[in-house]
C-alpha cells in the first residue's frame, strides 16, 4: 500500500510540474509572438521616418541655397530655452518606458503614474517651442518671412503635431485605464504608444541638432 501511495503521489507531482511547465511555455511564447498591432505601428513609423527624412532634406537644400547667410536677419534662436526643453522630453522617454515595465507588470498604477509624468513633460515641450515660436515672430521671423522661416517652423511644426498627437494618445490610454478594468490589450496598447514616443524623441534629438548647433 505504502508502495501504491508513493506511486500516486509521484504521478500527482510529475503531473503538476507538467502543466505548469506547459502554462510558462505557453506564456513566454505568447510574449515572443510578434504581436500584429506593435508590428503595424512600427511599419507607420518607419513611413513616418520617411516624410521626416523629406523635412531634414528640405531645410539642408534651402541653408546649402542661402550662401553662408543662415539663418538671415534678425533671427535669434533661444538656445539657452532649447536645452532645457530639449533635456525634459529626453527624460520624459525614460519615464514613459517606466510605464511601459509597469503595464508589463500588471501594475496599471504604476504605468498610470509614470505616464502621468511623461503627459506632463510632453505638454512643457510644447509649452517651450509655443514659448520660441511667440518670440521668434515678435522679433520679426515669422513663416513668410524668409525661406529660413518657413523651414524652420515646418520642420519644428509638424514635430510639435506628433507631440500633441502623443499627449493625446496618453490621455487616451491614461483614461481608458481609470473608466475600466486593467487589460492586456490596454498594456499592448501602452507599449505601441512608447514606440510613438520614443520615435517622436529620437526626431527631436537630430531636429535639436541640426537647427541648433550644425545650423
Known amino acids: 500500500m505504502p508502495s501504491v501511495l508513493r506511486r500516486v503521489i509521484l504521478l500527482s507531482v510529475t503531473s503538476a510540474v507538467g502543466t505548469q511547465g506547459s502554462a510558462i511555455t505557453q506564456r513566454v511564447h505568447s510574449l515572443n509572438r510578434p504581436n500584429m498591432v506593435s508590428v ?3 511599419v507607420w513609423l518607419s513611413s513616418e521616418l520617411m516624410f521626416f527624412a523629406g523635412l531634414f532634406a528640405m531645410y539642408f537644400v534651402a541653408r ?3 550662401n553662408g547667410n543662415w539663418p538671415p536677419e534678425p533671427t535669434e534662436l533661444n538656445l539657452g530655452l532649447a536645452v532645457p526643453v530639449t533635456a525634459v522630453l529626453i527624460a520624459s ?3 514613459c518606458q517606466l510605464g511601459v515595465f509597469a503595464a508589463e507588470r500588471g501594475d496599471v ?3 498610470r503614474r509614470w505616464y502621468i509624468v511623461t503627459l506632463a513633460m510632453g505638454a512643457f515641450f510644447v509649452a517651450g517651442q509655443g514659448y520660441e515660436y511667440y518670440h521668434l515672430v515678435h522679433e520679426g ?8 522661416g518657413s523651414v524652420f517652423y515646418i520642420t519644428t511644426g509638424f514635430h510639435g503635431l506628433h507631440v ?3 499627449l493625446i494618445a496618453f490621455v487616451f490610454l491614461i483614461t481608458r485605464t481609470l473608466v475600466s478594468k486593467f487589460t492586456p490589450a490596454q498594456a499592448t496598447a501602452a507599449i505601441v504608444v512608447s514606440y510613438y514616443w520614443h520615435f517622436v524623441d529620437i526626431v527631436w ?3 535639436f541638432a541640426t537647427i541648433y548647433f550644425i545650423r
Do not use: C, N, P, R
Open 164 to 166: 500633441i498627437g502623443g
Open 40 to 42: 503595424g505601428t512600427i
Open 93 to 95: 522617454s525614460f519615464t
Open 205 to 207: 534629438i537630430a531636429l
Open 109 to 111: 498604477f504604476g504605468l
Open 64 to 66: 546649402a541655397q542661402a
Open 141 to 148: 521671423t515669422t513663416l513668410s518671412s524668409s525661406v529660413y
